[in-house]
């Protein structure tokens, strides 16, 4: 009923950039929060960045100053700028929505995954 599609992982220098978009679509009356998280190889998926309806956020430590997430609620999309990108920020990244939906509940939804790799 609800897709959440990722768009602009790859390959990247570090140092570089890269930006990811996460779009939802489907039966959404509201969404309230979005975030993104990731999953490095032979470790547990761990909370990246998160932003609120009304624009609050908030970031793990190793992130912060380095990637800042946004979102355009008008799209239902949710973006992560990363700069100065490092070796150790490679693993598959999720997008995550919190959201009212059918029946006006609460559900839970995660995106495909994209693999960012940032090579040194």
């Known amino acids: 009923q609800v897709q959440l599609v990722e768009s602009g992982g790859g390959l990247v220098q570090a140092g570089g950039s890269l930006r990811l978009s996460c779009a939802a679509s489907g039966k959404i009356f509201s969404i309230n929060s979005m975030g993104w998280y990731r999953q490095a190889p032979g470790k547990q998926r761990e909370l990246v960045a998160t932003?609120?309806?009304?624009?609050?956020?908030n970031y793990v430590d190793s992130v912060k100053g380095r990637f800042t997430i946004s979102r355009d609620n008008a799209k239902n999309t949710v973006y992560l700028q990363m700069s100065s990108l490092k070796p150790e920020d490679t693993a598959v990244y999720y997008c995550?929505?919190?959201?009212?939906?059918?029946?006006?509940?609460?559900?839970?939804?995660w995106g495909q995954g994209t693999q960012i790799t940032v090579s040194s």
């Open positions: 995550n929505a919190d959201l009212v939906g059918i029946g006006f509940y609460t559900y839970n939804y």
């Open positions: 932003i609120t309806a009304s624009g609050d956020t």
